[in-house]
């Protein structure tokens, strides 16, 4: 069976995926910013201890025992942090399932950060999944819980619900019909951040932008989800509108999305840069149906096996920079292939 990140899901002909992220930290400890080494080794071996307790077949995992390809891999899957991937110390872990849907990453900016990943438009259904984990871990843990405030976290804007929910969106038309950045606008009118790929601080990517609340204290998880879907479902609608408008100058769209895949299927090299822009084009032109070679798992399998950590996974070796480019037009031309 396919991973959640290479599968379809509802409405993903815009909405890649979708997270839900719930900040815990435990109680007879410092926020991580204040621990000391041994105090996160310590709750590293508190969460370790429990962990056979929690199901859904996780497997524990600490950062010094994995290659930092396999760390970037994970980032590139959006499933881990960049900040907590290259942690210099080192003193974190992951518990991670097969399935990679399930993520819950120790000692990042909080102690715990319970993570349940789909595909497409799956805010409920996350949701619950992550309720549920939640649950079965504050019966293992002490949870830093304050009756007026909530769960409490390190950053002052997670405190209350601790919750995340996240949308990544791909937004093509929008982008070249110069109406996102209105829509951008409106969004964080809404009280909806809206980054890039990698999240805050990060540069939306391939025409790939990240929608979250903002607001996680004084506001109920439910009222989240709903507000984030009513926003969600706008952007949706308007991304589609300007679909619609692209096609009525269907010989410039055809163009463009037929030369991007042109040059995926004939280069010789390519950086991953490149490589994301193209794509964003051919997914595009796929979701239109204009370009009948390419299905959405496929399109799915050039975006994530393009990118380096995962291109070097795929191919089971490693190789520097100029390689990977040379490696990466030959993977793309196997998968546009099979």
């Not at 497409?120 to 009756?147: F, H, T, V």
């Not at 951008?184 to 932008?209: D, K």
Request: glycine content about 6%; proline content about 2%.
């Amino acid at each position: 069976m396919l991973n959640w990140y290479l599968q379809s899901g509802e409405k993903s002909d815009v909405v890649m995926s979708t997270r839900i992220r719930l900040a815990r930290n435990l109680a007879d400890f410092p926020f991580v910013e204040k621990c000391n080494k041994n105090q996160l080794r310590d709750i590293q071996k508190e969460v370790k201890e429990v962990t056979p307790s929690i199901g859904y077949g996780l497997r524990y995992i600490e950062l010094k025992d994995m290659d930092d390809i396999t760390k970037m891999s994970l980032v590139e899957k959006h499933i881990v942090s960049p900040n907590f991937a290259m942690n210099k110390e080192q003193i974190g872990a992951i518990l991670i399932n097969d399935e990679e849907n399930i993520a819950i990453m120790v000692n990042e900016e909080d102690h715990l950060r319970i993570q349940v990943f789909g595909s497409g438009l799956e805010l409920e259904n996350l949701m619950n999944i992550a309720i549920e984990i939640d649950e079965k871990l504050q019966k293992l843990l002490k949870y830093s819980y304050n009756e007026k405030y909530g769960f409490l976290t390190q950053c002052p804007t997670n405190v209350g619900t601790g919750l995340r929910a996240s949308v990544m969106a791909h937004l093509p038309a929008l982008t070249e019909t110069r109406n996102i950045g209105k829509i951008l606008e409106i969004i964080t009118s809404f009280g909806m951040n809206i980054r890039g790929v990698y999240g805050e601080g990060s540069t939306a990517r391939g025409n790939m932008y990240q929608i979250s609340n903002k607001q996680s204290l004084g506001i109920s998880e439910s009222d989240i989800i709903k507000n984030l879907k009513v926003i969600t479902d706008k952007v949706i609608e308007h991304e589609k509108m300007a679909r619609k408008y692209l096609l009525k100058n269907a010989i410039d769209t055809e163009d463009k999305v037929y030369r991007a895949f042109g040059i995926l299927d004939n280069c010789k090299k390519i950086t991953s840069e490149e490589a994301e822009q193209l794509i964003s084009d051919v997914r595009l032109g796929t979701d239109l149906g204009i370009i009948k070679e390419l299905n959405d798992t496929k399109v799915n399998e050039l975006d994530l096996y393009t990118k380096p950590a995962n291109l070097q996974k795929y191919l089971g070796k490693q190789y520097n920079s100029y390689e990977r480019d040379i490696k990466r037009a030959e993977v793309i031309k196997q998968i546009i292939a099979k």
